[in-house]
């Protein structure tokens, strides 16, 4: 029987597992378990995404080009596919370190 595999984004609480938030002139950067096979967002014109070298692991970084706007994202590993919806925050507040780091990790059910 196949197993099903969870993914969670640390530290968003697991109710809030479906949406990542941006900082329009902050770069993000996105951890995730495996091995990164294909990356995508739905809209290049509002985020451009660079995927990390092997060396450095399973990541990309994500840096918006727009000041706000709202997309997908898509990340294919060798331990499965994750789907989150990106949301760039326009300017305002200044976002602290942990608001610009997210681990995905596989966890089972």
């Known amino acids: 029987m196949m197993a099903l595999i969870l993914f969670v984004l640390i530290p968003l609480p697991v109710f809030a597992l479906d949406r990542v938030q941006l900082f329009h002139g902050y770069v993000s950067k996105v951890h995730c378990a495996g091995r990164l096979l294909v990356s995508a967002v739905g809209n ?3 985020v451009r995404l660079e ?3 092997r060396e ?3 990541g990309i ?8 706007g709202a ?7 060798s331990a499965g596919t994750v789907s989150v919806l990106i949301e760039i ?3 305002g507040r200044t976002p602290k370190a942990t608001d610009l780091e997210f681990e995905l ?3 089972a059910p």
């Open 71 to 77: 997309s997908n994202l898509i990340l294919e590993t």
């Open 61 to 68: 970084l994500l840096k918006p080009v727009a000041s706000s």
């Open 51 to 53: 995927a990390l070298p």
């Open 56 to 58: 450095l692991g399973c």
């Open 105 to 107: 990790k596989a966890v």
């Open 89 to 91: 925050q326009p300017g």
């Open 44 to 46: 290049d014109a509002l």
